[in-house]
T-cell receptor, first 116, second 117 residues
Framework: AQTVTQSQPEMSVQEAETVTLSCTYD???????LFWYKQPPSRQMILVIR??????QNATENRFSVNFQKAAKSFSLKISDSQLGDAAMYFC?????????????FGTGTRLKVLA | DAGVIQSPRHEVTEMGQEVTLRCKPI?????LFWYRQTMMRGLELLIY????????DSGMPEDRFSAKMPNASFSTLKIQPSEPRDSAVYFC???????????????FGEGSRLTVL
């Protein structure tokens, strides 16, 4: 069975600094998607970044980038130039197409605090 | 484009009362998901629909929970009777699934925070 593990319940970063959130997953499949979702205090889950497993190039979205290591089954999120608005829970998620739909597995989340 | 719309944002009710949570997915999305989020259990999938048809309800905790999707633009999650342990944030999410750049991506609503006293 697929699993997603976020081993850091909480992280802190100084404003303007860089922080990396870890995520590992377990799957025997070769074709899947990985996501990082952000959940600020407002509660709404917002997509930060996505990675298709068949793509070797790491995804980037402005200050957010991932380090996707397919063989190691690792998918870490790097936030550069951290801002106060980055403070939130971050969830790593795995999905693949199976029996006519996508099955989603979420990690337990990492709470990121940004210190002024 | 409007995102996924949920109502109510907050609901406080007493044990034994019926609770109905509502969701309007993004137009054109074929899949709709109901999730429950608690501190103890994290994000749990309750049920999902494909083209208005319930596909997998194995996550629904018990018979007190029911969900319907009478048309492509509306879904409800009902709890009857409600219990204090049902207190949680309930999220609705929709997905275009197989088509386009957003294939596989979940689009979440803002959630409904339920408190059962």
């Amino acid at each position: 069975a697929q699993t997603v593990t976020q081993s850091q319940p909480e992280m802190s970063v100084q404003e303007a600094e860089t922080v990396t959130l870890s995520c590992t997953y377990d799957t025997s499949e070769s074709d899947y998607y990985l996501f990082w979702y952000k959940q600020p205090p407002s509660r709404q889950m917002i997509l930060v970044i996505r990675q298709e497993a068949y793509k070797q190039q790491n995804a980037t979205e402005n200050r957010f980038s991932v380090n996707f290591q397919k063989a190691a089954k690792s998918f870490s999120l790097k936030i550069s130039d951290s801002q106060l608005g980055d403070a939130a829970m971050y969830f790593c998620a795995y999905t693949r197409y199976y029996s006519g739909t996508y099955k989603y597995i979420f990690g337990t989340g990492t709470r990121l605090k940004v210190l002024a | 484009d409007a995102g996924v719309i949920q109502s109510p944002r907050h609901e406080v009710t007493e044990m034994g009362q019926e609770v109905t949570l509502r969701c309007k997915p993004i137009s054109g999305h074929d899949y709709l998901f109901w999730y429950r989020q608690t501190m103890m259990r994290g994000l749990e999938l309750l049920i999902y629909f494909n083209n208005n048809v319930p596909i997998d309800d194995s996550g629904m905790p018990e018979d007190r929970f029911s969900a319907k999707m009478p048309n492509a633009s509306f879904s409800t999650l009902k709890i009857q009777p409600s219990e204090p342990r049902d207190s949680a944030v309930y999220f609705c999410a929709s997905s275009p699934q197989t088509s386009g750049r957003a294939a596989g991506e979940l689009f979440f609503g803002e959630g409904s925070r339920l408190t059962v006293l």
